[in-house]
Each structure stands twice: as structure tokens, then as C-alpha cells.
Nanobody, 121 residues
Framework: QVQLVESGGGLVQAGGSLRLSCAAS????????MGWYRQAPGKQRELVAR???????NYSDSVKGRFTISRDNAKNTVHLQMNSLKPEDTAVYYC???????????????WGQGTQVTVSS
């Protein structure tokens, strides 16, 4: 079993900052890509940022220059530093990880339960 647990969401004023964290645990052999997605009410889930095991990062255009993704491979954690937050960043943020376990070959995508981020104007 693999679990992803997010933390760090909350309510912040526009222009403020939040740091999200996600910890993966369980029978993890290795993790490939880790990422953050978000889903606002009435909208589809969208990619925010992702980082490969080698550190290569990708960001959506809407967060470039404001958000920074990072990971600690030794701790199986991924973080999202969010600066200059805008009301349109309000959403439930989900982390995911492409995980290979000790008992199953290949990689499977796992998701966290989500954490709410609300940015007030």
C-alpha cells in the first residue's frame, strides 16, 4: 500500500504565500515523477507543477515565476512553495506520485486526498 498525505493548505490573502507538503509512505521501492494538481469548483483538475526524480521541473503557465516545486528523494516528499497568490489560485490541491512498490513491478500513479487553498481578495 502507498499513501500520500498533503499538508499546508489554508486561507491566505492575495499576495500572500503558502507552502504545501506531501509525504509518500508505504512499500515504496522508487518514485519517478511527483507533482501537484489543483481543481477549482466547476473546473477540471489541472497540472500545477511536477518534478522528475532527477529534478527536472515543469510548471503551468499560470503559476510560472510564482510557484516553486521541490522534492526530497530521501524522504519521499514533495513541496510546493506558492508566492504572490491570487484569488484564482483558490482550489483543492492534490499531490501525486508515480510509484514502484516492492511487491509489484512497474509504476502506478497514486494521489493524495487533497488540501484546500483559499485566496481572498
Amino acid at each position: 500500500q502507498v499513501q500520500l498525505v498533503e499538508s499546508g493548505g489554508g486561507l491566505v490573502q492575495a499576495g500572500g504565500s503558502l507552502r504545501l507538503s506531501c509525504a509518500a509512505s508505504g512499500s515504496i521501492f522508487s518514485i519517478n515523477t511527483m507533482g501537484w494538481y489543483r481543481q477549482a469548483p466547476g473546473k477540471q483538475r489541472e497540472l500545477v507543477a511536477r518534478v522528475s526524480s532527477g529534478g527536472t521541473t515543469n510548471y503551468s503557465d499560470s503559476v510560472k515565476g510564482r510557484f516553486t516545486i521541490s522534492r526530497d528523494n530521501a524522504k519521499n516528499t514533495v513541496h510546493l512553495q506558492m508566492n504572490s497568490l491570487k484569488p484564482e489560485d483558490t482550489a483543492v490541491y492534490y499531490c501525486n506520485a508515480d510509484v514502484r512498490t516492492y511487491y509489484r513491478g512497474g509504476y502506478d500513479l497514486h494521489w493524495g486526498q487533497g488540501t484546500q487553498v483559499t485566496v481572498s481578495s
